[in-house]
């Protein structure tokens, strides 16, 4: 068993806790190369969240554009605001570069938004900060306070140039730029915009200052501020939002990417100075407004507002101008705003490319990253772990963690053993003994040994829910130890599953208590987002979710041609798949699943269940079995290969094969084909059985069977299908090496699982397939002989 496992977690450079180091004022030092972070105390909840396809990018110096929230929450109305978000995420993308769209929700800042995190703060029928229309906005000043009440609301330009700023974001677009309020000279009403940009080193790229605002004065302000201001276009005009002409000029205009990029470098990297960056880019001429009617729609605007007292509310004043426009111009500034928001997306994205192709030529290659990446980390930050489970001898290889090859979601655990020292009767007390606690949860399990033993450049991704607690600290830290992708699904009512066991001196089990709920409390919709984010080559659920997640991720997966793999997990719950087998019936769209691994008893009850719920008696199902047309010389093939002894000759002995037919193992697998396509069938010490079916032509279609090679092959007579059944034996191991048998299944499933992302045609050559349940079976034995539920020795195997 594993010592205690420390109650650190790693935060690594691309690990972006920099929002709470901000926030608590903790002193970092700055270097050339980028920002140390130092311990931060451990939190009850973390206040802040980076996807972790912003960490990524982040991590590896690829390009990303922050956008703001305020014009979904307060700037737009319902369904436009949300469209516009959207559209505004699209054109990043399609630009090239990583979009981050900052916002407050629950007291939490997010560093990029779900798309039902966008729906949400779409939504105008619940308040957010302000208590009025919209859900509110949220500015520097704001932070600490809505973050302390659990607030939701959308970040102003300053409120998110705070934030990117804080996390490494340099390339931020938007709609318009606040500034000084007509008559601020007089009441001092300017925006907090202006003083952002005047000590917040980020580029910010918008269309001129909105119309309704006192434009020279703005600029004299930006001036006094030392800000950077250019037009973004063939000449040094200054926009006014709606209009191409404000008829006032910048002191300089750009026209290209990659010089807005130079100058963004030169101002943070070169000078190191920390303000920001104006380009003001016109609106699009298809889209522009007529000066003369905009203008006048403005002035009668401004003067309603003076006569209602708007004016004199702070920052509801700008919201309340531009719909009060929207309203005189009859919709058509709506066209307006929305076109130029859509034009500066363009350019942020062309910029952020730009930026992020001369940072890594000024600054050189950027490194491999090997970090956690959570919903929420809420930690204590250490240069490493205190505990590595990786022996000094074993050296782990990274990977670039934009690549994802493989992902599993489903349970990362928490073992605790508490073994007493002596067989006493401690009951209504304590017994001296020892406890000590281990990573454990199967998908965790699954994951570690396919990342150790993965090529490198290869990226396993594990998706399980963690809590905010210290057993969750724990898995984050240790899976980031040896460089595992951990991509955890956190919240306030998530606990970190435990499974909490108590032995008797002599090592049998007294009792325990198992807190496992977590995985099946996360949704399918979790899920889901991961995998499109990440567009892995295979994905493999554990039996630890809820059945109804299975059966909507692997519909997905199978919509997006994305081959799955199930592992049962256990008796009780192997009948998870279920539902998805019953959808598959009813659609009879093929199987439900790509390839599953139970053992014999787990095979047992999926069968015996799916008989009880009538899926054995179905047309379609029937339709299937008649395909494989496995007539009298199948079944007598298949009486041979159970006379073989279970061991190879020369070997301890384990007894002949008959349970195949005695306890129908085969002709259970058989009727499951219609829903899994390969099983891998876990035997224990008499090894591993593969029964599968092939439709499309291979390797096996040119098979034929061998009793030496333990094999059996049938071919449909007009070869539209082949079912392979494949006996590998298990390999020769004395009693007194195994040192523990927990964790071998899922080794071998994780190495599977790494070889099948290696060579996703394995199981249709016959000498791949060998070769792959060989390596598996040895990655096995190396954790049987391991305290470890996984083998750190896997490491050495891809080597």
């Not at 779900?114 to 308040?127: G, K, M, P």
């Not at 677009?173 to 907090?192: C, E, M, Y």
């Not at 692997?554 to 049962?568: K, M, N, Q, V, Y």
Request: glycine share 8%; net charge negative; aromatic share 4%.
């Amino acid at each position: 068993m594993q010592s205690p496992t420390s109650l650190h977690t790693l935060t690594s450079a691309g690990g972006l806790d920099y929002f709470t180091d901000k926030l608590k004022s903790v002193k970092v030092e700055q270097d050339s190369k980028g920002i140390s972070l130092p311990q931060l105390q451990s939190q009850p909840r973390s206040q802040h969240h980076v996807q972790p396809e912003v960490q990524d990018a982040l991590a590896l110096g690829r390009p990303i554009v922050a956008l703001e929230s305020a014009l979904v929450t307060d700037g737009m109305p319902p369904p436009t605001n949300l469209a516009v978000g959207r559209a505004c995420e699209r054109i990043v993308r399609e630009g090239g570069a990583v979009p981050a769209t900052i916002a407050l929700i629950d007291g939490r800042v997010k560093v990029g938004l779900s798309d039902a995190e966008l729906e949400r703060i779409a939504d105008w029928s619940v308040e957010g900060s302000s208590g009025g229309t919209g859900r509110g906005k949220v500015s520097r000043r704001d932070f600490a306070p809505a973050i302390a009440l659990g607030r939701t609301g959308g970040t102003t330009i300053a409120g998110t140039m705070v934030v990117a700023n804080l996390v490494g974001i340099k390339v931020f677009a938007t709609g318009g730029l606040g500034g000084v309020h007509r008559n601020g000279q007089n009441t001092l009403d300017i925006s907090a915009d202006l003083t952002e940009l005047g000590r917040t080193p980020v580029g910010v790229i918008a269309s001129g200052i909105k119309s309704i605002l006192d434009i020279p004065r703005t600029l004299e302000y930006l001036e006094t501020q030392g800000v950077p201001v250019l037009t973004y276009a063939d000449n040094n005009t200054f926009p006014a939002f709606y209009a191409r002409d404000s008829g006032c000029k910048s002191p300089w205009n750009v026209n290209t990417p990659s010089l807005a990029a130079q100058i963004l470098y030169n101002q943070f990297h070169h000078l190191s100075l920390q303000t920001g960056v104006f380009f003001a880019a016109p609106v699009p001429e298809h889209a522009a407004y007529n000066g003369a009617s905009i203008q006048a729609a403005i002035n009668q605007a401004v003067k309603e507002s003076e006569e209602n007292g708007v004016s004199t509310r702070g920052k509801d004043v700008t919201p309340w101008l531009l719909a009060r426009v929207m309203e005189l111009t009859e919709g058509k500034s709506l066209q307006s705003n929305i076109a130029l928001i859509e034009n500066t997306s363009v350019i942020g994205a062309q910029v952020a490319v730009e930026y992020a192709r001369l940072t890594k030529e000024s600054d050189g290659p950027q490194p491999s990253s090997v970090y956690v990446s959570t919903t929420s980390t809420s930690a204590t930050a250490s240069p490493r772990a205190q505990h590595d489970f990786t022996p000094n001898s074993q050296t782990v290889h990274t990977v670039p963690a934009s690549t994802a090859d493989l992902l599993i979601a489903g349970c990362a655990a928490i073992d605790v053993i508490a073994q007493q020292s002596s067989n006493v009767d401690a009951s209504g007390s304590t017994a001296p003994g020892k406890i000590t606690t281990s990573l454990g949860g199967v998908a965790r399990n699954v994951a570690e040994a396919a990342h150790r033993l993965s090529s490198p450049g290869s990226l396993t991704v594990l998706v399980a829910p963690v809590g905010e607690d210290a057993f969750g600290q724990t898995l984050l830290a240790e899976s980031a130890a040896f460089g595992m992708r951990l991509d955890a699904h956190r919240g306030l009512n998530v606990r970190t599953p435990v499974c909490n066991m108590v032995l008797d001196s002599r090592g049998a089990l007294v009792g325990g208590v198992a807190d496992m709920d977590a995985p099946a409390a996360m949704d399918a919709q979790t899920v889901i987002d991961s995998i499109r984010r990440h567009s892995p080559k295979l994905v493999a659920l554990d039996a630890n979710l809820a059945p109804t997640t299975i059966q909507e991720v692997l519909a997905h997966c199978r919509d997006s041609g994305i081959p799955t793999f199930f592992e049962p997990t256990s008796v009780a719950k192997v009948t998870a798949l279920l539902p998805a087998m019953s959808a598959a019936s009813a659609s009879g769209a093929g199987p439900a699943v790509t390839y599953a691994s139970p053992n014999i008893r787990e095979l047992g009850v999926l069968s015996q269940a799916a008989r009880n719920n009538g899926l054995f008696d179905t047309e379609w199902w029937w339709t299937v079995l008649d395909s494989l047309a496995l007539e009298s010389a199948f079944r007598a093939q298949l009486e041979i290969l159970a006379e073989r002894p279970a061991s190879p000759a020369g070997m301890t002995s384990k007894g002949s094969l008959k349970f195949l037919t005695d306890q129908g193992v085969v002709q259970m697998a058989v009727q499951l084909l219609p829903f899994v396509k390969h099983f891998m069938i876990q035997l224990g010490d008499k090894g591993v059985l593969v029964v599968m079916q092939h439709t499309e032509p291979c390797a096996w279609s040119k098979a034929t069977s061998n009793m030496s090679l333990r094999q059996i092959v049938a071919h449909a007579p007009n070869e539209q299908s082949t079912v392979v059944v494949r006996h590998f034996p298990a390999f020769d191991l004395a009693p007194e090496e195994i040192v523990s048998v927990t964790g071998a299944g899922d080794t071998l499933v994780g190495a599977v699982l790494a070889g099948l992302v290696k060579k996703p045609s394995t199981f249709a050559d016959p000498e791949s397939l060998q070769t792959l349940i060989t390596m598996g079976q040895a990655a096995a034995v190396e954790t049987l002989r391991s305290t470890y539920a996984v083998a750190p020795t896997l490491s050495s195997m891809v080597r």
